[in-house]
Structure formats: structure tokens, C-alpha cells
């Protein structure tokens, strides 16, 4: 079981990344850590927050077109047991089956959707997870790319009648993404779907194996299993809280960011032994050792790094946490 700060995805996909674009990420200034990107991802996994900063990264320096132009990166066979149980698959409906079932055992932070509708079988991609409008906009391009390079290898690439829609936002490379999708993009949906006709779901898929498919899914189901306990919405304070600087936020200021009443959050970390006092004195403890450890920057500049509003305050607590070690 992952633990409540352990939660982990393939670095596959961001090992792939960092070959396609390694020279821009070394360039880029901020705070993207491109050493400690490539030092946990040759660990084989990698964070969730590590990734979306390379997102964040990618969108900085190459710009919001990079999921078009990272094809290895999603063209490649790289999609793990989730590829082989589509691919072994019996129909293609199955397939689609597969994808949405267990697609969050490979990108965790997604939630994806199957609905039937007027002869069609819809497919919707939402965030799992908090992640910035222009962070998530970026990876559901990125999926949505790797979703049809899936389908269109498991089909020997016989795909007709398939449709994709994305929100209304501002695409300054419409042409190029719709280039890479090889078919129309509807500009101005209420999500990103992808949508396949109910003749389509029926069409038998030339690499059925039932022996493959049956090993596969029983794979996947343990991956699912251990993500099914996982506690999320510990994992999304935490990544808001790390995103502060020079602010103390408050528990509604996070409820808010998350869409939820002060009362729901409240009950939803009680559900999962902790508080939002808690998980900020933690951040604080250690947000404050990373940066007396780099021994650059005052108590009173990392009293104001961490939102204190006095250095009595802060005082306290760093007594109260590493005694009179610092």
C-alpha cells in the first residue's frame, strides 16, 4: 500500500520527455530541479509533483504545443500491461474497457469516463488530483494523444468514425494538434472526450490472445488495488501547500482551491487520521530544514519564506521541532 506521501507513477513517459527536450529543461531557470528530475526518475518512478513541475517546465519553454511535438514520447509502445490487455483484448469495445478501468494504474492523477450515447461510446478525461488549468491542459492533450496512438495499433490501425472534443480555450496551435490526432478536433466542448461509434466497440481485434488478456488484467488489478486505498486528498493539500511562498494559507483558502467547504475538508483528512494543521506544520518543518540545510537565507527570511507573521512565532515552532539543533 502507498503510503500517503509515496504515491508514485512510471517515469517512463518522463524519461521519454527529458530525451525529447533535455537540453531546453537544462536551460530553464526558476525552481525546475532538472538533476533531481532525472536522479528519481532512473529510480524507475516518479512523484506526482516532480512531473507537473516538468509539465510546468516544458509549457515554459517550449511552449503549450510540446505534447504534439514529444511523438516518441507517446507514439512508442511505453503504456506498460495497460497496452498489452487493450491490444490482447477481444473487441475493441473491451479494449476501451481496459483503458478506462485501469488507465489511472499508469496516470493516476486522471479520471477517466465511459459513456454510451446516441450510438456512440464516450470517452471523458477529467483530473483525479489538483493540478493548474494550464498544467492539466497540457497532459489531457498529451493523453488524448497516446489513448489514439493505442487504439490505432490494437485495431492495425482500421479506426474510422472517431471524434475528439476539448474545452474552449486558447489553442494557438489548433492545426498542429489536430495534424498529430489525424482527425478534426471540435474546439469548445465542456471536457476533453474522445468518442467512437457503437460499430466501431464491435470490431474484432486482430491481436486477441485470451490467455495474454486474462495474465494482464490480473496485473492491473493488483496496480488498481493499491491506488484504490490511496489517500488523494492528503496528496492534494500537500501539493498546494508546497506551491506556497511568503503565504500562510489558511484551511478555507485550500478547501477553496479544491472546490470543497472548510467542513468537507476537515472531514475528509479526519477520515484519513490527519488535519489541515498537521500537514501544514509538517510542510513547515520541512520546507524550513531544506533551507537552513542551504544555509544561505536568515531566520527572519525563511520566517517570511514560510507566511510567519512574526519571528516569535516561528522561533517557537523551530524549537519546537529540531529543539536546539538550529
Not at 4 to 11: I, K, M
Not at 84 to 97: H, L, N, Q, Y
Not at 98 to 123: C, N, S, T, W
Not at 190 to 204: D, G, K, M, R, V
Request: charged share 25%; glycine share 6%; proline share 3%.
Amino acid at each position: 500500500m502507498s503510503e500517503p506521501n509515496d504515491l508514485r507513477v512510471s517515469a517512463t513517459y518522463t524519461n521519454a520527455l527529458v530525451r525529447e527536450f533535455g537540453d531546453l529543461l537544462r536551460d530553464h531557470g526558476g525552481t525546475f530541479d532538472m538533476a533531481a528530475l532525472e536522479a528519481q526518475a532512473a529510480t524507475g518512478q516518479t512523484q506526482l509533483e516532480p512531473l507537473f513541475m516538468l509539465i510546468k517546465a516544458l509549457n515554459e519553454t517550449v511552449g503549450p504545443e510540446w505534447p504534439v511535438k514529444a511523438s516518441s514520447a507517446w507514439r512508442n509502445q511505453m503504456h506498460g500491461a495497460l497496452d498489452v490487455a487493450a491490444r490482447s483484448a477481444k473487441t475493441f469495445g473491451d479494449a476501451i474497457d481496459v483503458l478506462v478501468r485501469f488507465g489511472r494504474v499508469r496516470a493516476p492523477f486522471v479520471d477517466a469516463q465511459k459513456h454510451e450515447m446516441r450510438g456512440e461510446i464516450e470517452l471523458t478525461y477529467a483530473t483525479a488530483v489538483a493540478i493548474e488549468d494550464d498544467i492539466w491542459q497540457a497532459l489531457a492533450e498529451f493523453i488524448m494523444l497516446g489513448t489514439l496512438a493505442i487504439v490505432r495499433q490494437i485495431t492495425d490501425n482500421c479506426l474510422t468514425g472517431v471524434k475528439v472534443a476539448v474545452p474552449d480555450r486558447s489553442f494557438e496551435h489548433r492545426q498542429l494538434l489536430e495534424d498529430a490526432l489525424g482527425i478534426p478536433v471540435s474546439f469548445g466542448g465542456n471536457a476533453f472526450t474522445i468518442s467512437f461509434t457503437q460499430e466501431t466497440c464491435a470490431l474484432q481485434l486482430p491481436f486477441c490472445d485470451p490467455l495474454l488478456f486474462k495474465n494482464t488484467i490480473e496485473q492491473l488489478q493488483a496496480e488498481a488495488s493499491q491506488l484504490a486505498s490511496h489517500t488523494w486528498i492528503v496528496e492534494d493539500v500537500k501539493r498546494i501547500l508546497a506551491r506556497q511562498s511568503g503565504i500562510r494559507p489558511s484551511a478555507q483558502s485550500i478547501a477553496d482551491e479544491l472546490g470543497l467547504s472548510e467542513r468537507s475538508l476537515v472531514r475528509k483528512l479526519a477520515a484519513h487520521d490527519t488535519s489541515f494543521r498537521k500537514l501544514l506544520d509538517e510542510y513547515c518543518k520541512g520546507r524550513a530544514l531544506a533551507l537552513m540545510q542551504q544555509g544561505d537565507m536568515s531566520h527572519e527570511e525563511i520566517a517570511e519564506e514560510l507566511g510567519y507573521s512574526d519571528r516569535t512565532s516561528y522561533s517557537r515552532a523551530r524549537r519546537r521541532w529540531f529543539g536546539k539543533a538550529y
